[in-house]
C-alpha cells in the first residue's frame, strides 16, 4: 500500500498480482460507489455480482455509498437483486437521499428546532423515492404550491426532473427566512446515460438555488464525507483497513481522501485514466486530492485478489 | 428570463452543449433576482444561466450588464462619447459596474436596488473589485435631475 502513495500523493498505480493480493488481503472491508461501478444502466458491469459473492465467502464486509438521490433504499435493494447481486440488504446501502433524510432529522428533530415542539417541515425538490426516505425520517413534506404562514424548516434539493421555476421561486421564498436550511443530496452536474448522453445533476438545481437565495447549501453526498459518518455510525467500520472503490474522481475519490480511505478507480464509468494522470501532474493541492492510489479496468479485476 | 424553465428544458440545453464549442452558450444577463414590492423578489435569469453553466461545465458568454457588450451595441449604433455620457441606474453590481468599466460617468438613484449603505461599504473596502461598485454621484430620484434643465 505504501507504494501508492508518492510523497503525500496517491500515485494512481494499476492494481494487479502481488500488490492486489496483498491490498485485499489486509481490507477488512470495502465502500462500493454504484452507477458505474456495480451496474451501467440497466445491466451489472460483468464479474461484479461474482466479485460481491467472493467478498462475502472470504469474510470481507461490502457496502455501498450513492450520491444517487433518486431511489429509497428499500428500491435500492430491489435493484440490487434484480441485477444479479445477492444477498445485498437495504441496511447494507447509504444513499444520498437516506443520508439526507437522517441529516435533516437531526438538525430539525434533536429537540433545538426552537419552533414550539412543531416537527420539522421540509420543501423537498426531488422524486417520490426522496420524499419517501424524508417522510420515514419522521419529518413532514410541504406541498407543492402550498402558502400559508406555517414555517419551513429546510429547503432540500436532490435530483428533481420535475423542476420548473415555479419551485425554484416556491423555495427561495422559504429561504429568506434565515433559519430555514438549505440542503442539497449531491454536488453532481451530471449523470451520464446509457446512449452517452448526459442528464443534468443536483449540483446544476443546487447553483440556481444558491443563486436565486444567495445562500450556500449544505451538500450531504460526497465528497463530503456526512456519509461515512452515517456509515461508521452503523457498522462501526476502521477507515485504514477498507478501501473506497468509484467511478468518479470529483466525488468518490476525493471523498475517500477526505475519510481516510485507500482509493480505487474503475474505468466502468465516468472518470477517464487521463483525466486522473492529469491530477497528478496539477500544481494545485485540490487535483492531487482527487488521485487514487489504484485503479482497475472494472470491479471485476479484483477477483483475483482474493483466496479461492 | 424563462418562467416556464423546467428540468426537461435544462436537460436539451445540455444536449445541444455536448455536441461542442460549435454551440454557443450564451446568458442574457446573470441578475440573481428580481425585487417585488413588498421587499419580496422571484428568482433572476442569473440562476437560469448557472444551472446551465453547472450541467454542461461551460461558463456562458453573457450579454447584458454589467458586462461590456450591450454597452457596446448602443455606443456602436449612436456614435457614443464615453466622456460626455452619464450612466443612470439602481444596481450597483450592474448599472454602476458597467458604468464604471466603460469609463462613462456613474449616476445612482435609489429608489430601487442597491443603497446608500452599501456604496459605503464598497467605498471603505480595500478590494479594487468593490471600488468598480461606487458610483460617482447619486440621487433620491431622478425627479431630482430636473432642476439641472430647467431654464
Known amino acids: 500500500a505504501a507504494a501508492a502513495v508518492v510523497g503525500g500523493m496517491a500515485s494512481c498505480r494499476r492494481l494487479s498480482g502481488a500488490a492486489l493480493r496483498e491490498v485485499l488481503g489486509s481490507a477488512q472491508g470495502l465502500l462500493f460507489d454504484c452507477d458505474g461501478v456495480l451496474w451501467a444502466g440497466e445491466s451489472a458491469v460483468p464479474g461484479a455480482p461474482e466479485l460481491l459473492e467472493r467478498l462475502q465467502r472470504s469474510g470481507k464486509a461490502a457496502l455501498f455509498v450513492s450520491n444517487n438521490s433518486r431511489r429509497s433504499v428499500a428500491e435500492l435493494e430491489l435493484r440490487f437483486s434484480r441485477l444479479g447481486f445477492r444477498g445485498v440488504r437495504a441496511e447494507h446501502v447509504f444513499s444520498s437521499a437516506l443520508c439526507s433524510a437522517l441529516f435533516l432529522r437531526q438538525r430539525l428533530l434533536s429537540g433545538g428546532a426552537g419552533d414550539g415542539g412543531a416537527v420539522g417541515r421540509v420543501f423537498v425538490l426531488g422524486g417520490e423515492g426522496l420524499?419517501?426516505?424524508?417522510?420515514?425520517?419522521?419529518?413532514?413534506?410541504?406541498?407543492?404550491?402550498?402558502?400559508?404562514?406555517?414555517?419551513?424548516?429546510?429547503?432540500?434539493?436532490?435530483?428533481?426532473?420535475?423542476?420548473?421555476?415555479?419551485?425554484?421561486?416556491?423555495?427561495?421564498?422559504?429561504?429568506?427566512?434565515?433559519?430555514?436550511?438549505?440542503?442539497?443530496?449531491?454536488?453532481?452536474?451530471?449523470?451520464?446515460?446509457?446512449?452517452?448522453?448526459?442528464?443534468?445533476?443536483?449540483?446544476?438545481?443546487?447553483?440556481?438555488?444558491?443563486?436565486?437565495?444567495?445562500?450556500?447549501?449544505?451538500?450531504?453526498?460526497?465528497?463530503?464525507?456526512?456519509?461515512?459518518?452515517?456509515?461508521?455510525?452503523?457498522?462501526?467500520?476502521?477507515?485504514?483497513?477498507?478501501?473506497?472503490?468509484?467511478?468518479?474522481?470529483?466525488?468518490?475519490?476525493?471523498f475517500g481522501k477526505n475519510c481516510g480511505l485507500s482509493t480505487i478507480l474503475t474505468l466502468t464509468g465516468v472518470s477517464r485514466l487521463e483525466e486522473a494522470l492529469a491530477y497528478m501532474a496539477s500544481d494545485s493541492a485540490a487535483a492531487k486530492d482527487m488521485v487514487p492510489n489504484y485503479y482497475v479496468d472494472s470491479i471485476a479485476d479484483l477477483i483475483p485478489g482474493l483466496d479461492e | 428570463f424563462d418562467e416556464h424553465f423546467s428540468y426537461a428544458k435544462l436537460c436539451q440545453a445540455l444536449r445541444y452543449l455536448l455536441r461542442g464549442p460549435?454551440?454557443?452558450?450564451?446568458?442574457?444577463?446573470?441578475?440573481?433576482?428580481?425585487?417585488?414590492?413588498?421587499?419580496?423578489?422571484?428568482?433572476?435569469?442569473?440562476?437560469?444561466?448557472?444551472?446551465?453553466?453547472?450541467?454542461?461545465?461551460?461558463?456562458?458568454?453573457?450579454?447584458?450588464?454589467?458586462?461590456r457588450y450591450i454597452f457596446d451595441c448602443v455606443a456602436s449604433e449612436f456614435d457614443i462619447d464615453p466622456a460626455r455620457t452619464i450612466m443612470v441606474g439602481d444596481r450597483l453590481d450592474t448599472d454602476i459596474l458597467m458604468g464604471n468599466t466603460c469609463g462613462l460617468t456613474t449616476l445612482l438613484t435609489l429608489t430601487g436596488v442597491s443603497t446608500l449603505e452599501e456604496v459605503r461599504g464598497h467605498q471603505e473596502s480595500d478590494c479594487p473589485a468593490r471600488q468598480s461598485l461606487v458610483p460617482d454621484y447619486y440621487v433620491d430620484s431622478i425627479a431630482d435631475l430636473l432642476p439641472a434643465l430647467e431654464d
Open chain 1, 131 to 254: 420524499r419517501g426516505e424524508v417522510r420515514d425520517a419522521g419529518l413532514r413534506l410541504v406541498g407543492e404550491g402550498e402558502r400559508g404562514d406555517v414555517q419551513v424548516h429546510a429547503v432540500l434539493v436532490g435530483y428533481d426532473d420535475q423542476f420548473t421555476f415555479a419551485k425554484l421561486a416556491q423555495a427561495c421564498a422559504y429561504l429568506r427566512d434565515p433559519r430555514c436550511l438549505l440542503v442539497a443530496t449531491d454536488p453532481d452536474p451530471w449523470h451520464p446515460l446509457s446512449d452517452g448522453q448526459r442528464t443534468p445533476g443536483t449540483g446544476s438545481l443546487t447553483a440556481a438555488v444558491e443563486t436565486a437565495s444567495g445562500r450556500k447549501a449544505l451538500v450531504v453526498g460526497k465528497p463530503n464525507t456526512y456519509m461515512f459518518d452515517c456509515i461508521v455510525e452503523r457498522f462501526g467500520i476502521d477507515p485504514s483497513r477498507t478501501l473506497m472503490v468509484g467511478d468518479r474522481l470529483e466525488t468518490d475519490i476525493l
Open chain 2, 22 to 67: 460549435d454551440c454557443l452558450l450564451v446568458g442574457t444577463n446573470r441578475d440573481n433576482r428580481l425585487p417585488l414590492e413588498g421587499g419580496s423578489a422571484i428568482p433572476g435569469t442569473g440562476c437560469l444561466v448557472k444551472a446551465v453553466e453547472t450541467a454542461a461545465e461551460r461558463e456562458a458568454f453573457i450579454v447584458g450588464k454589467p458586462n
